[in-house]
């Protein structure tokens, strides 16, 4: 495992100490861990949106060309 080591003010240094029962460095520990698999899901997330967007847009691409050739056929057909 890898430390780190960081940086607090006095005064909340001092406010943590009046709680000891507190393990600090778990409780930053887990809130890292909780905060990057929030991040890595909101990232991959946005990836699958991205995928869903491109999908969206062939798909209405595609619907346009045939309706455009549906149109086309009843203009010839003297119907449109």
């Known amino acids: 495992m890898v430390s780190v080591t960081l940086a607090i ?7 943590m100490d ?3 029962e507190i393990n600090w460095s778990g409780f930053i520990r887990k809130s890292i ?5 929030e991040l890595v899901w ?5 990836k699958q949106l991205k995928t869903d967007r491109d999908f969206e847009d062939w798909a209405v691409e ?6 455009k050739g549906i149109a086309e056929k009843l203009r ?3 119907l449109l």
């Not at 861990?33 to 698999?37: F, N, W």
């Not at 595609?62 to 309706?67: I, L, S, W």
């Open 18 to 20: 009046r709680f000891s």
């Open 33 to 37: 861990i909780q905060k990057t698999e």
């Open 62 to 67: 595609m619907g346009r060309k045939v309706n």
């Open 76 to 78: 010839k057909k003297g």
């Open 9 to 15: 003010p006095e005064e909340v240094k001092t406010k």
């Open 42 to 46: 909101k990232e991959e997330l946005l």
